[in-house]
């Protein structure tokens, strides 16, 4: 996937996960939030935390590390639910380790995600589909990732499951 | 506009229903009230046409009092008509010419005069006083709606010294309104007239009695129709105006001028509008300000003193009236629900935050925390509007319909309250519609042929609503001609639906859902109304479309009833809930008959049989899911999981702690769902599972808690279908209400052992169940052995008694006995050991034994297994030859060529044998497609015999295809699968008979009948 040939700067919002800097387009998000009372969905995948009620409307909350294929770790303090607006998706969030600022990247500064560790063949195959660039900060890296794939994600595995 | 619209529903439902009672006073009244008030509202907001209509209208409803003659009421109809088209289109209503319908309206004022009297004044005039005053007016004609007002004061202090009066309406005798009886306005009547006013509100607002008191006072003898306020142009933001603020504006009044100008210290401006203002606003400006609006609430009340043919107690009704129909806009309402949701959180969240010690706080705490309850109860139950509001809109649809027609037709309205959520409501509104317009056009007879027919001219037609079984009944019932079945079936013939060897066959219901199929209509003519072959296949697939039914009744010359049954599927539905390891989910009450708890010590316990556990509830064994294992096992469960299962819960004799079973139903079936824990019922907002999610079977929804969290909403049969959980081999229940997930079963075989040399197969679909026995309960009566199993003495088969197979040495101290279906009496195989249960889809060898009792073997689990035929089986046992069976086709000579397709070999061979024994000649297929080629080969069969489910081309296809090639041989469908909605599939796609698998006895008994039917109709 490219980055889109946008002349005017892209605004991320960034966390971290696992330590690492992640983005998304500000412009898909919604919401952060520190809701964390999941309702566990039984025989969903295990990307999925459950649903979350969030003033009333609820919520997919999905796990940012499974998605990603690390680890799971217990919400901590620190976790936040980064909501999405419905363009990225229907009603749905991901659980970060942490949520840091905004970044604007020129689009100069971003560059289409190529395969540079070696992984398994399928955690490779996820990464490049939930990746969509990579931002070069000026003393890190930032991820950027594709919300509208997150979903898809989710429903492969569990039509594979079933 | 909403308003205006709901008053004019008013009118029309009041003149309708003075049609019927001419003298309702109630409904004069109301329909009064309600034009006068669209007539003030136009009034204010400057709406000429609509205020000069309601006027004509008022006037003639006044003065014409009973408006018993339909010629008014059907002049008044038409103007309500018109008055509609002004209010859907009030700017553009200037342009409409309404001379007409005025002229009209004022041409059948009738001959009854309104007169108010000052009896106060008369007592004193008169010689003779007051009763002869009296005595004198009755002598003028015939008095209605008279009533007596009187100033407010306290009536306890003596009689009031300010005027009585005396309103009502006489009708005098001449009858003729060229005498508009002179009489009534000599003594002292004063009629209501407008007049226009001027005031100037400064002053008001100085000096004694207040604005606020002089307005009150104004409303009290006068209705306000008009009003507006000017004053010179000035900021509004920086100060209150200091010149005149003129209120100009229009009464009804019975007072004079001069009185109201003395009274209210109005200005005696003649024109009410002066031209000193050239500033001020509109006169039509429809913003009322501040002042106007402790006006406008009274204005509404008004007409109770200023009708003359309103009485003062029929104020409330009609207020009550008013508040029950109040409109929301349903996004409103969803976001209302949302914030009530919210709402319940926060008080939730203070709850927990205000600790117990804290005394009075925590009495406040506790009111948010019913008010929050009820307000959320309140706001659930908002969604959910009464049929009337649909039911309503019929009678006159009727009406017009009927004199249209020239008919006489009376609509009964019935179970109005009964209640519905609102999106099912609005889609049953134009299939409704077009039911009762059949039912006026087509259903009922024209007034004569009715009188033929000894019935009363007045044709009838019903339309109830009621609740059963969780459904929405509705109901449209007329006493009209009814549907005539031969027409029916000669309309169907000359279009070719279906043959007249099918229409025969056809029970009137079959036959009357005809008249759904797109282009089917009975009726002799074409009619404007309907009956243009258009509308009932739609009214069909709109009801279908809410997921409910359509049946038809009729009696030919006894008129016709159509049943409409209709789901409530509700975005609120009544739910148990229930926890599972710590989490809560929704069990819907409408699956629930009842939960059982265990207590720990009490001898009552889920016990296991076979694969399955089961309870006894009441001598009936239910099989028992467990929802936590259910939850914990995302895989469908296979053999090894419930074996394992069984495993786990093998040592639960004494229960640790309470256990709750659900006893839920699902289509027609039992089983228990075991919980943790029961928390209440609750109902609770559906919100749709997120869409991501929809492939997880075993939940179809969410709802959000009191305290906030998410829970789950268990789908039952989600739950059954993960759980395979199998009725059949744990539950005695007939086979006849089997379901679809059965079938799966259907195709499996029981493998068991009872010899030391032999492996057995029999297929489930002919087990009842599995019981274990030990060998000392056997009792041996004359050389029998028979086991007491429910009470009922069941015959023990020993396979080696009946076929040649090994016996055990000896019996085990604890044994199986399959106790299988279908037989005559009962009896019991003996069983050493279950095996397992294995798919059915092998082919079958021929015996080399040649063994009537075994189908044939096949090669198990690497081991040669014998396929049993039960029917044969138990006969030997019972001791009954299939010679003693006399055969149903003996009255005919030639042998009957069958056409079997099946694509389970076992089923093939097994009903093949069934059928041969008969004396056919069987010829098998081994799916549709096979059975065409066949069929095509030039085989003339006299019965075709069809499995449903079968690869390549499935019994549904298979018999729409051989309908389609114009093949007119019986078609019996044979399957596994169960249920009235498959019957009725079956007799859709051309199949003359349904029958389950595999009752041997029904089965021989169906063909049998089937055929002789067949030669019957050559």
Redesign the interface.
Same mark, same amino acid.
């Given at each position: 996937m490219k980055a889109s040939p946008l002349e005017n700067p892209r605004l991320f919002c960034s966390f971290r996960v696992e330590g690492k800097l992640y983005g998304v387009d500000i412009l898909d998000v919604k919401e952060v939030t520190t809701e964390m009372m999941y309702t566990r969905i039984a025989h969903a995948p295990d990307e999925v935390l459950g649903l979350v009620n969030i003033r009333g409307h609820i919520h997919l909350a999905l796990d940012l590390r499974r998605l990603l294929g690390l680890p799971p770790i217990p919400v901590t303090g620190e976790s936040r639910l980064v909501l999405f607006k419905p363009i990225a998706g229907h009603s749905f969030g991901v659980v970060v380790d942490s949520i840091s600022e905004i970044h604007t990247i020129a689009p100069d500064r971003l560059e289409t995600f190529s395969l540079a560790e070696p992984a398994s063949l399928a955690t490779q195959l996820r990464q490049v589909d939930l990746i969509s660039a990579i931002g070069k900060l000026a003393d890190e890296l930032l991820v950027v990732l594709n919300p509208r794939r997150f979903l898809t994600i989710v429903e492969q595995n569990l039509t594979r499951s079933t | 506009m909403i308003e205006a619209r709901e008053h004019l529903a008013v009118v029309e439902d009041s003149l309708l229903a003075l049609e019927k009672r001419p003298d309702s006073q109630d409904r004069i009244d109301r329909c009064f009230r309600s034009i006068h008030s669209i007539k003030g509202d136009a009034g204010f907001l400057g709406l000429q046409p609509i205020h000069e209509l309601a006027h004509a209208m008022e006037s003639l409803l006044d003065q014409t009092n009973p408006p018993a003659a339909s010629s008014t009421i059907e002049t008044l109809l038409a103007a309500r008509d018109r008055l509609a088209v002004l209010v859907d289109n009030p700017h553009r209503a200037q342009a409409v010419d309404l001379s007409e319908i005025l002229q009209r309206l004022n041409s059948a004022a009738g001959e009854t005069t309104s007169f108010e009297i000052d009896l106060s004044e008369q007592t004193g005039t008169q010689p003779g006083g007051l009763l002869s005053f009296l005595q004198q007016f009755l002598a003028q004609g015939r008095i209605r709606e008279g009533a007596i007002q009187i100033a407010p004061c306290d009536l306890r202090k003596g009689v009031p010294r300010g005027p009585v009066i005396w309103t009502g309406l006489i009708q005098t005798n001449t009858g003729s309104k060229d005498h508009p009886s002179p009489d009534v306005t000599l003594m002292g009547s004063k009629r209501v007239h407008t007049e226009k006013l001027l005031a100037d509100l400064s002053v008001w607002s100085r000096s004694e009695p207040n604005l606020v008191s002089r307005f009150r006072d104004l409303v009290d003898v006068a209705c306000v129709t008009a009003g507006a306020i000017s004053f010179p142009s000035v900021d509004l933001r920086i100060a209150i105006p200091v010149g005149p603020v003129l209120w100009s504006g229009e009464c009804e009044t019975r007072l004079s001028r001069a009185e109201l100008v003395h009274r209210f210290g109005f200005l005696a401006d003649q024109n009410g509008s002066p031209a000193v203002l050239p500033l001020s606003p509109s006169v039509m400006d429809p913003k009322p300000t501040p002042a106007v609006t402790t006006v406008t609430p009274h204005r509404r009340q008004a007409p109770a003193v200023v009708a003359p043919s309103a009485t003062a107690n029929s104020v409330p009704p009609v207020e009550n009236e008013k508040s029950t129909t109040l409109r929301i806009q349903v996004e409103l309402l969803d976001r209302m629900?949302?914030?009530v949701?919210?709402l319940t959180?926060v008080r939730n969240q203070s709850l927990l935050a205000f600790a117990e010690e804290d005394g009075s706080r925590r009495a406040i705490i506790q009111r948010l925390n019913s008010v929050t309850s009820e307000l959320q109860d309140v706001t659930l139950r908002a969604r959910m509007q009464p049929v009337g509001n649909l039911f309503n809109k019929f009678p006159r649809m009727v009406r017009d319909l009927a004199r249209q027609l020239g008919k006489q037709v009376e609509l009964d309205l019935q179970g109005r309250e009964v209640e519905l959520d609102k999106t099912i409501l609005e889609q049953l509104s134009d299939p409704l519609m077009h039911l009762i317009r059949n039912s006026v056009d087509h259903g009922l007879e024209m007034p004569d042929e009715r009188r033929a027919s000894g019935k009363s001219e007045m044709g009838r037609i019903v339309l109830s609503a009621a609740h059963e079984d969780g459904q929405v009944h509705i109901q449209i019932r007329d006493d009209g001609r009814g549907i005539d079945s031969e027409a029916v079936k000669a309309k169907a013939l000359s279009l070719g639906l279906k043959s007249a060897a099918d229409l025969d066959r056809m029970s009137p219901r079959e036959l009357f859902s005809l008249i759904l199929l797109p282009g089917f209509s009975t009726a002799k003519k074409v009619t404007e109304v309907s009956g243009r072959g258009v509308g009932m296949d739609v009214v069909k697939t709109n009801i279908d479309q809410l997921e409910g039914t359509l049946t038809i009744d009729s009696a030919v010359g006894h008129g016709c009833s159509i049943a409409l049954r209709l789901p409530l599927t509700l975005a609120i539905i009544p739910c148990l809930i229930v926890a599972v390891d710590g989490?809560n989910f929704a069990v819907p009450q409408r699956d629930l008959e009842e939960v059982v708890s265990l207590h720990p010590g009490s001898s009552e316990r889920i016990e296991q049989a076979f694969n399955t556990e089961v309870y006894r509830l009441r001598d009936r064994l239910l099989p028992i899911v467990r929802f936590t294992e #259910?939850?914990?096992r995302?895989?469908p469960f296979t053999v090894e999981a419930k074996a394992e299962i069984m495993t786990a819960h093998a040592d639960d004799h004494a229960l640790a702690r309470i256990e709750y079973i659900l006893v839920l139903r699902l289509a027609g079936r039992r089983f228990g769902l075991v919980v943790d824990q029961v928390k209440g019922t609750q109902e609770i907002v559906v919100?749709p599972m997120?869409?991501?999610?929809k492939?997880?079977? @075993?939940?179809n929804g969410?709802t @959000?808690m009191g305290d906030?969290? #998410?829970?789950?909403i268990a789908d039952i049969q989600g739950i059954v279908e993960h759980a395979k959980l199998s009725f059949e081999s744990a539950l005695d229940l007939p086979a006849k209400t089997a379901s679809v997930r059965d079938a799966a079963q259907a195709h499996r075989v029981l493998l068991f052992e009872y010899g030391p040399d032999e492996r057995f197969a029999l297929p489930l679909i002919q087990i009842r169940r599995i019981e274990m026995i030990s060998h000392g309960d056997i009792e041996r009566v004359g050389g029998h052995e028979y086991i007491t199993i429910d009470g009922v003495s069941t015959r023990i088969l020993r396979l080696n008694n009946v076929i040649n197979v090994s016996a055990p040495e000896a019996d085990l101290p604890q044994m199986s006995l399959i106790l299988p279906k279908f037989v005559q009496q009962p009896i019991g195989i003996l069983v050493s050991r279950i095996v397992d249960t294995e798919s059915l889809a092998l082919d079958l060898q021929h015996h080399p034994d040649d063994e009537t009792g075994i189908l044939g073997s096949a090669i198990v689990r690497d081991r040669l297994t014998l396929f049993l035929e039960m029917h044969h089986l138990s006969n030997q046992l019972l001791g009954i030859t299939s010679v003693e069976n006399t055969p149903v086709h003996s009255h005919s000579q030639r042998t009957k060529k069958l056409l079997l397709v099946d694509d389970t070999a076992f089923f093939r061979e097994v009903v093949k044998r069934y059928l041969a024994a008969e004396g056919h000649e069987v010829v098998t297929a081994i799916h549709g497609q096979d059975g065409l080629s066949q069929l095509s080969h030039g085989h003339d069969f006299d019965l075709i015999v069809s499995d449903i489910e079968m690869p390549v081309m499935d019994g549904w296809e298979f018999a729409r295809e051989v309908r389609r090639r114009g093949i007119q041989t019986p078609m019996l469908a044979l399957t596994s699968l169960s249920g009235i909605e498959y019957e009725v599939k079956a007799k859709d796609c051309g199949y003359d008979s349904y029958e389950v698998k595999l009752d041997h006895d029904r089965l021989v008994r169906k063909v049998g009948n089937l055929l002789a039917a067949q030669e019957v109709s050559r």
């Open positions: - | 629900m949302t914030l949701g919210e959180l989490e #259910v939850l914990k995302k895989e919100k997120h869409p991501s999610m492939r997880v079977g @075993i939940f969410a @959000i906030g969290r #998410v829970a789950l």
